[in-house]
C-alpha cells in the first residue's frame, strides 16, 4: 500500500456511539465478575438471611410481638453496612487495579461511565430492596404460622420506600466517598468512621451542648436517616434529610466526579 | 492516520514531553524509540486522552480521540499489559472489552486463538499470569474491536523471542492490510526489523527520525563503515591507514570507515587473514541510537567503549 493512497481520516459515520444502556450492563458485570465481588454479593445476602433467621428465632423463642418494620430493621444491619461497601469498591476497584485505564479509552467520557457505574448501583439497591422486602414479608408470615399471633403488617408500603432510599443513601454514600478517595482502603474505613464513629462523638458533642442538639439533625446524615429505618419521618425530617444529605452525599459525590475527571488516570 | 502538533506535557517545572510534532501513516509501522523515562508513555497516554495535554494536540484521522465514537472500534489501545484486574480470569477481561464494545462473543474465542491462549490459560485469573501471557492477552483487547490504527506501549515486553518473532510478524501483516501501528520500545532491536519509520525520543525532545537507512545514513555521517578482525589487528591498522582510512579499535576487532569491499581488498594485497569482515552499520543505528539519547540515559557508557561492544 503506498502512502500517497492511504486513508488519512478515520470514517466513524457507520459507527454509534457505546449506549448508556450497555455502559450500566458491563458495570453491572463487573461487580460480580471478580472473586473479591462475587463474594461480597454472597456475603450480603447470606448474612442478611442469617439474621433474619435469628430474629425470628429469638421473637419466638421470647414470645415478641414483631411487626413487618421489625424485620426490615433487622435486615438493615447486615444491607446497611455491606451494601455501601459494595458502592465504594464499585469505583475504587478501577484505580487500585488500575483498569480505569482500559475503562476510559473504551469510553473516553469519564462523566458517562461514572453515570453508569452509579446507575448499576441504584439497581443493586432496588434488587437489595426487593429481596429484603420479599425475605421480610417471608419471616413475618412464618413467625404469624408458627407463634398463632395476628400478624402485623403496618404501612408497608411505605416501608418499602424508605428502606428503598436507606439502601439508595448507603450505597451512593459509599459510592461519593470512593470517587472522592480513589482508595479502597481509605473509602472503606472513612466510610465506617462516618457511619460508626462520628455517630457517637455527634451523640456526645450533642449530650453535653445544647446548641448542638439542636442542629445536629440537620448535619448528621446518619442521624436524620433514623427516622426511615422506624418508619416514623415525618414533617420536617425530610429537610433534615434533604440538608444533611447534601453534606454528606452530595457534596462529596460532586467533589469526586470532579476529581475523577480531572485526574490523570494511571 | 495519527497526528501529533507541538505536543508539550509539563508536570511543574518538569517537562516531560518537549514540543514533539509527528505523524503515522496508514499501512506503516511506526517505531516510537527512546530509553526509560524519555516520554514515550506519556505521548502515548495524552494520544488516547488519559493525560491532559499541556499544549499541543493529537488527531487521529482527524478526530480528537475522546470524539471517536465506541473509540475501542477504531483504534487498538495497549498501555499497561498489567493494568487489568488480577481477579479477572483472561476471558473475563476480554468478555468486558467485547460488552462495551458491542461485540459478538464470538470474536472472543478468535482473539484470544490469534494470540495463542489456550482454553485453559483464558479461564485462569490474570493474577496467575505470567507478564508475557498478560501482553499477549492485553495484545487481544488491543485487536478486540478490529481497529484501523493500533497504539501499542512496549507490546514486546516480556514476551519470548518466539512471542516477539510472533508479534513482528502479527504487526507487519496488520500494516500491510492498510493499518496504522505506532509502537515504543526503549530496545532498537525489537523495533527497526519492523519499523517503516523510526522516530528517536530522549528526554521529551525528538531527537531522530527516519527510516531505517536514512537514520543510518545519518548515523555513519553518510558514509559506510566496517567491523574487521584481522589475525593480527595491528597489521590490518596500518596497512588500512596507508590507504587513508579512518580506523578505530572496536571491541575484538576495528571499525572502518569504508565499504567491506575496499577493507577486504586491502587485506587481500598485503596478505592479511581475516577473521570476521561485515557491514557495520547495524552498530551504527545502536550508536545513533544512544548516543542521541546520551543525556537521558541513567548508565553511561564508559568512553572509549562503542556501543556495539556494549551489546555484543
Not at chain 2, 135 to 157: K, T, Y
Request: aromatic content about 8%; charged content about 15%; proline content about 3%.
Amino acid at each position: 500500500m503506498s502512502v500517497s493512497s492511504a486513508p488519512t481520516t478515520l470514517d466513524v459515520s457507520q459507527t454509534a456511539s457505546i449506549p448508556f444502556g450497555r455502559l450500566v450492563r458491563v458495570e453491572l458485570r463487573k461487580l460480580a465478575d471478580t472473586r473479591a465481588g462475587r463474594w461480597l454479593l454472597i456475603a450480603i445476602a447470606a448474612l442478611t438471611l442469617l439474621v433474619l433467621v435469628i430474629q425470628l428465632a429469638v421473637v419466638l423463642g421470647q414470645d415478641l410481638h414483631p411487626k413487618y418494620i421489625d424485620f426490615l430493621q433487622g435486615m438493615n444491619t447486615p444491607m446497611g453496612v455491606l451494601l455501601p461497601v459494595l458502592g465504594v469498591l464499585s469505583v475504587t476497584s478501577e484505580w487500585s487495579q488500575r483498569t480505569a485505564m482500559v475503562t476510559f479509552t473504551l469510553e473516553p467520557s469519564r462523566v458517562r461511565v461514572i453515570a453508569a457505574k452509579f446507575v448499576s448501583i441504584l439497581i443493586i439497591s432496588v434488587l437489595a430492596l426487593v429481596i429484603g422486602v420479599i425475605l421480610g414479608a417471608l419471616a413475618n408470615v412464618l413467625y404469624g404460622a408458627f407463634s398463632g399471633n395476628t400478624v402485623v403488617w403496618g404501612s408497608a408500603g411505605k416501608f418499602a420506600v424508605y428502606y428503598l432510599l436507606l439502601y439508595v443513601f448507603g450505597m451512593a454514600t459509599g459510592f461519593a466517598f470512593g470517587a472522592l478517595f480513589l482508595n479502597s482502603p481509605a473509602g472503606i474505613v472513612i466510610y465506617f468512621v462516618y457511619s460508626f464513629v462520628l455517630p457517637t462523638i455527634f451523640g456526645i458533642a450533642a449530650a453535653l451542648m445544647n446548641w448542638f442538639e439542636s442542629l445536629q439533625p440537620w448535619i448528621d446524615f446518619n442521624f436524620s436517616q433514623s427516622p426511615l429505618i422506624d418508619g416514623t419521618i415525618a414533617g420536617n425530617d425530610w429537610a433534615k434529610l434533604v440538608v444533611s444529605g447534601v453534606i454528606w452525599l452530595v457534596v462529596p459525590l460532586v467533589v469526586g466526579v470532579w476529581r475523577i475527571r480531572r485526574a490523570e488516570v494511571k | 492516520m495519527i497526528k501529533v502538533e507541538g505536543l508539550t506535557r509539563a508536570y511543574g517545572s518538569f517537562i516531560a514531553v518537549d514540543d514533539i510534532s509527528f505523524e503515522c501513516q496508514a499501512g506503516t509501522v511506526t517505531g516510537f524509540l527512546g530509553p526509560n523515562g524519555a516520554g514515550k508513555t506519556t505521548t502515548m497516554r495524552v494520544m488516547v486522552g488519559l493525560t491532559p495535554a499541556t499544549r499541543g494536540d493529537v488527531t487521529i484521522g482527524g478526530l480528537h480521540y475522546r470524539d471517536i465514537p465506541n473509540p475501542g472500534r477504531h483504534v487498538g489501545v495497549l498501555l499497561d499489559a498489567s493494568a487489568q484486574h488480577a481477579g479477572r480470569t483472561g476471558r473475563e477481561v476480554l468478555e468486558i472489552g467485547a460488552r462495551t464494545m458491542g461485540l459478538d462473543g464470538s470474536r472472543v474465542d478468535e482473539m484470544l486463538d490469534l494470540v495463542s491462549l489456550d482454553a485453559r490459560e483464558a479461564k485462569r485469573r490474570v493474577r496467575n499470569y505470567s507478564l508475557g501471557m498478560r501482553q499477549r492477552l492485553g495484545i487481544a483487547h488491543a485487536l478486540l474491536g478490529d481497529p484501523s490504527v493500533l497504539i501499542l506501549d512496549e507490546p514486546a515486553n516480556g514476551l519470548d523471542p518466539a512471542g516477539i518473532r510472533w508479534m513482528r510478524g502479527l504487526l507487519k501483516g496488520y500494516a500491510d492490510q492498510g493499518g496504522t501501528v505506532f509502537l515504543s520500545s526503549h530496545l532498537l532491536h525489537e523495533v527497526e526489523q519492523i519499523a517503516d519509520e523510526m522516530i528517536l525520543i530522549g528526554n521529551g525532545r525528538i531527537v531522530a527520525r527516519g527510516t531505517r537507512d536514512e537514520l543510518l545514513r545519518n548515523a555513519t555521517g553518510g558514509q559506510s563503515t566496517t567491523l574487521v578482525t584481522a589475525l593480527d589487528n595491528a597489521q590490518l591498522t596500518a596497512a588500512l591507514t596507508e590507504k587513508g582510512l579512518e580506523v578505530h579499535p572496536a571491541g575484538a576487532g576495528l571499525r572502518v570507515t569504508a565499504e567491506p569491499v575496499e577493507v577486504g581488498r586491502v587485506a587481500a594485497e598485503k596478505q592479511i587473514v581475516l577473521t570476521d569482515l561485515r557491514a557495520g552499520n547495524e552498530g551504527g543505528l545502536e550508536d545513533l541510537f544512544l548516543e542521541l539519547t546520551a543525556d537521558t540515559q541513567r548508565d553511561v557508557i564508559a568512553s572509549g567503549t562503542t556501543a556495539s561492544e556494549v551489546s555484543a
